[in-house]
Structure formats: structure tokens, C-alpha cells
């Protein structure tokens, strides 16, 4: 947690100053936008590998051979993910310009780099012929192409391909809302302005995430879901499929809580403390992964913060957040209207839940994650409550590890 308490210290210093360099009128929004990045992720992660460095292995000669092939592999995935954002961009099938401008821009000046960082990197490895080497050398044609062997590096590679563009674009456009947002002590303004704060930040979480998975860093990528079903309940919820579950979603009014309620009313500040709650949850759950977020795999147990008391706080917080923020049953009265909404939103808890389902499918096979289930199996927030229901009934309290 020290890592991201330190990147949300340097985002709110950085912002602020923004807001007052951005008031003289000295920087356009466009470069505060990349300014307030760069300057809130760089120091974390120098910092960090400058932590790591005496667990390194440090070896005098160099491979450029090697460096070669490694750089190769990593330039191949650097010019698909461009062409995938182009091509969502064109096709107006996903908002990735954002990432395609940008990514355009830097992708010479990041070929040119590449066999500097590639060589630092290799140099510092304990096993540097790694899975970029052997994809290295399938693209040569020096060795020969096995399924099987390339399967799990493939689908973290595709991880990538399809999450950085996404994560990258929705946070240069949060971002922007951030630095341009008009502040005023009206209560609904307020709300609003903390919403996009803390939307900024765990979209800066998330790209971290994604684009800094290493294992100099100790945030590899150890295991990525190969199923189906894995896949397609998460691919759902992000462009470019993610047309389908808003499609699904749309609820038949346009009403949202603050229509419904007005500063005036007690109520209003009691829904907006639980509206509040749930988007500080979901924040958290995500920032508690730190520089190892990412969708579809495995990089380590997280059991600290929220993780403590139930398996999946983020996918709690964010399910109450669309009810208590949409008010399905507020607008439509008794109809088939109400019970549109009801099933719509129906529909992305179910979503949610089937993601949580599949999450602990892949993760149990690891025996970090199993003990942790077991432990939340008794120990868990739910368990809790279930003991204490039953224990009112009269029941004794079932010790579900003896069952087993």
C-alpha cells in the first residue's frame, strides 16, 4: 500500500499545481493531462526498482543476440496493439483515440529505445531466455512454433493488447474532466468533483497495472485464465463488447438519485453517504492491487484492506454503486418499465457474479488463493454473519473447514 499512498501523495500535489499553472494559462490541457501522468507514475516506479535492485543478478557480459530477439518479440506485440486501437479507432467500434494518437506518436522514439531497455532488463534477469526470447525465435523461424508452449504467454500478451488501450483512453479523457472540472460549493458539484477524482486515479491504478507487469518490478504475470467462459464474462464489460452489456443494461428512464432527491431532505445526505461508500470501495479494492491490477490473471495473493473480509469488494462496490446511483424502482411506478430496470440491472450483478466465479475457478488452482478461500470460507465477512444468524436461530454455528 505504501506504493499507491505514494502515487495518490505526487497525484494530488501534481494536480493541484496544475490547477494553478492551468489557471495562469502557461499549459494547454492537453499537455497538464500527460504532465499529471507521467509525474504521478515515473518517481513510484523508479523508486520501486531502485527498492528491488539487490535481488538482482547483475551479469558484466551482454547478449546482443539475444537483446535482438527479445526486442523483436516485444516490437511485434508494441505494433499490434497500435493497429488494434486503430482499428477500433476507425471503426468507431471503441473510444481508443486517446491511445492511437499518442501511441503513434511515441511508437518510434519506443522502437528506438527498445534494445537499451531489453538489454538492461536481460542483464538483470535470473532465466533471461524467457518467453520473449522463445517467441523472439519462433518469429525468426529458429524454432519451432508449439502451441502449447507459447499458449500462456500469448494470452498475457493479448491481456495487454486489449486492456492498455482501453485503460489508457478512458484515463486521458478522465483526466481532462478532471483538470478542466468547474469546483463550487453546491453539494451535487462536490459529488461530482470527488467522483472524477477518484475515477482518475483508479484508471492511473489500472494502466499502471497493465503496463508494468515485470519481473524486475516483482509484478510478473504468473498465470492468465485460458477459458472461455473466463473471457467472455470479463471482455463483456470493455470495449469493444462492452456495446452489448450497456445495450442490455439501459434502464427505460433517464432518472438518477440526485432527481429524485434534493439537498433539502434528510435522505439526500444519507444516500449520498451510501453512493459515496460504494465508489470509495471499489477504489480501494482496486488500489490494494497496486502496480499488479490487471483482468484474467494471476499475480499474486491479495489478502490486505477490503480482501480481509470478503473475496471480491470491488465487484460489491461497484454492483451497489449502479443500483444506488440508478434507482430502477424510482420514475416508472408499477410497470413493465419497473421491471425492465429491475432485470437490467439484474442482469450486471449477474455478470459480476459469473466474473467472481470464473476469477476463483482460475486463482484456485494456485495454493496461495486456495488457503485463502478456505481462511474467507470461515473467516470472512459473510461467514461471520451466517454464524451470527444462526446462532439467533438457535442453530450451532456450522465449521464449514471440519465439513470438509
Known sequence: MRVVLGMLVLFTITWLALLIVDAAGILSTEVGVRLLLILTVL??????????????????????????VKALAIASFLCLMLLYSALMTWSELAP???????????????????????SYVDRRLRDPEDDYYRFGLVLLGQRTWIFSEQKQFLLAAFVKILFIPAMYSGLIHALTILLTFEWSFNP??????????GLSFDLVIATVGYVFASRLLGTEVRSTDSTWSGWLVCMICYPPFVVIFQYVREQAD????????????????????????????????????GLRFSNLTWRGLIAHGPYRFTKHPCYIGKNLYWWLHTVPFIGVGLSLDLLRNLLALSFVSLVYYLRAKTEERHLARFPEYAGYMRWMDRHGLLARCLRKVSWRRGAAPVDREAVR
Open 254 to 289: 433517464d432518472l438518477v438519485w440526485t432527481d429524485w432527491l434534493l439537498p433539502d431532505q434528510p435522505l439526500y445526505w444519507v444516500w449520498a453517504v451510501m453512493v459515496a461508500g460504494s465508489w470509495t470501495l471499489y477504489w480501494f479494492s482496486n488500489a490494494c492491487f
Open 188 to 197: 451535487g458539484v462536490l459529488i461530482a468533483g470527488l467522483f472524477f477524482f
Open 43 to 68: 518517481p513510484v516506479v523508479v523508486v520501486v526498482l531502485y527498492s528491488r535492485r539487490q535481488g538482482w543478478l547483475v551479469r558484466p557480459d551482454r547478449s546482443w543476440s539475444r537483446v535482438r
Open 96 to 118: 481508443f483515440a486517446n491511445f492511437y494518437i499518442d501511441m503513434a506518436a511515441l511508437l518510434p522514439v519506443l522502437l528506438l529505445l527498445l534494445p537499451l531497455y531489453v
